[in-house]
């Protein structure tokens, strides 16, 4: 064998669960070596090939490439510019990959902390988790049952549910909890805390929320969810939600850069995504033009929701906004705030007839309680 080569072992898993049980596995008994992977993914869908990414082992760095009979299994894994010394132990944890896929997963009770810094949750022992409170800072953490082959997996892989919950919960309440230390608007200031609490007026001490019972049930849910399932649109709405709330906890104290029109887009995307379709879209046979274009089904789904006219006209004058913002470069955020320097400049194009555009936070209650509607409507069927 070169010092370097390729090499492919056989796989011959012809589902899609057990091919991605024995990835899993494999990386789980690789773990013992040090192992690092960096996922780099590229598909070659004429020689039915996906670059997976890059495997390092003791400072060696390894190509790794699944081949596929039938999209999402595997047929042979290959491996790039292997060193002769490491070839046995990639055999080696192959070999006990598929010997070892099919076992029992491991079963343990896993904890994640998220927190809000305005808020925190009153702890609670519900069916499939439990929320529990650090009163020293007032962090909260969520335990449930997670399967996997060891720790690291059932932690890893486990993450995107604990992820899936905190977006419900930030979607419900409107309030941008994360699962690690962000920037807080009392950090702003440079007053001391007790001078904080006195004079700045975005300084929110911490409420407390008691979990209401219909999103109990969600959660319940949402503990349970399976892989396959995690790639639903309900969740990548609350995603995008819950990322928009966070842009604009950054950009609340913020004058020089506008964030409200990237959160915005957020939440006008999160129509998008529920509006969505999984087939392709219908042509006119006359004009051959998309029969049902987005803002169309958007607009549908504001009306299925709400019976309104009046709801479809205020939220397709948002959706043109966003629009307008992401294909012209215009923002809309009200000019009534700027501090330090500043020479006014008066503009006959744009909406508040200034130059210079500065961030203003004005409220979306409206566009948030109608996804907040859309996402209970979602789990209730």
Request: charged fraction near 25%; hydrophobic fraction near 35%; glycine fraction near 4%.
């Amino acid at each position: 064998m070169n010092p370097n080569t390729e090499l492919e072992i056989k796989i011959g898993l012809n589902d899609n669960e057990g091919s991605n049980l024995f990835l899993r596995k494999f990386f789980s008994v690789l773990r013992p070596f040090k192992s690092r992977f960096t996922a780099t993914p590229a598909k070659n869908g004429n020689k039915q090939k996906i670059a997976l990414g890059l495997l390092t082992i003791s400072d060696h760095t390894i190509g790794v490439t699944c081949k596929y009979g039938k999209k999402g299994t595997i047929k042979s894994l290959i491996f790039n510019d292997i060193p002769a010394q490491l070839s046995d132990i990639i055999k080696y944890c192959v070999h006990e990959a598929l010997n070892g896929y099919q076992n029992k997963l491991n079963q343990i009770k896993i904890t994640y902390l998220f927190e809000s810094t305005t808020h925190y949750i009153k702890p609670i022992t519900a069916k499939n988790f439990e929320i529990s409170l650090n009163k020293e800072d007032y962090s909260n953490t969520i335990s449930f049952d997670g399967e996997g082959f060891d720790i690291e997996d059932i932690f890893t892989f486990n993450k995107f549910i604990f992820e899936s919950m905190v977006d419900i919960i930030s979607l419900f309440y409107n309030i941008p909890f994360d699962s690690r230390h962000q920037f807080s608007d009392r950090y702003f200031s440079l007053a001391t805390p007790e001078e904080l609490i006195n004079t700045d007026p975005n300084f929110v001490k911490y409420k407390v929320l008691e979990l209401d019972e219909g999103l109990i049930k969600i959660l319940e849910k949402v503990a349970k969810i399976k892989p396959e399932n995690s790639d639903d649109k309900i969740y990548k709405m609350a995603r995008l939600f819950r990322d928009g709330l966070r842009i604009e906890r950054y950009g609340f104290n913020s004058f020089s850069i506008n964030f409200k029109e990237a959160a915005h887009s957020l939440y006008m995307s999160c129509f998008e995504v529920m509006a969505s379709t999984n087939g392709k879209n219908e042509k006119c046979e006359k004009c051959r033009q998309p029969m049902y274009k987005i803002s169309k089904r958007v607009a549908d789904l504001i009306f299925e929701m709400s019976g309104s006219e009046n709801l479809r006209r205020q939220i397709k004058k948002e959706y043109d906004k966003r629009s307008k913002y992401l294909h012209t470069g215009k923002y809309f955020s009200a000019n009534n705030l700027c501090v330090g320097e500043y020479i006014p400049q008066l503009s006959p194009t744009t909406d508040h007839g200034h130059v210079l555009q500065v961030n203003h936070w004005d409220s979306l209650y409206l566009v948030k309680e109608l996804l907040k509607a859309i996402m209970l409507k979602e789990f209730s069927e």
